[in-house]
């Protein structure tokens, strides 16, 4: 199993974790020709993202991040996959973003003991 958490930068996750994924998760399909990887059975992904979840819905944004992580760089390498975002954080809406967070990490923490 492998979860993963990051904060979001431009719909994508951080550099490091980037060359992380590079460096370990497209061996075999980049560089390794006979990676030895075996298949998880789950992949969870939480995402914090300063815009609303609408916000990204309504631009494509979170299609696309789906896309990269679930489809691009996790693909066939875990039965089960899943990317839960967090959104709404952004430091521009204070009271907003205290009630988001609290149920975020009510959210996270049901998400972590189901996983």
Known sequence: MQLCSFILFWTEAPAKLVGWFD??????????????????????FLVSAGKTLESLEETGESNAMRIV???????????????????????????????????????????GLNF
């Open 23 to 44: 460096r370990v998760w497209t061996s075999g399909f980049a560089y390794n020709p006979n990676p030895q990887m075996n298949i998880l059975k789950k992949a969870l």
């Open 69 to 111: 992580m679930l489809g691009d760089r996790i693909r066939n390498r875990a039965l089960e996959k899943e990317m839960i975002i967090f959104d709404g954080t952004t430091h521009w809406d204070e009271e907003g973003r205290n009630e988001r967070i609290a149920e975020h990490l009510l959210n996270a923490y049901k998400a």
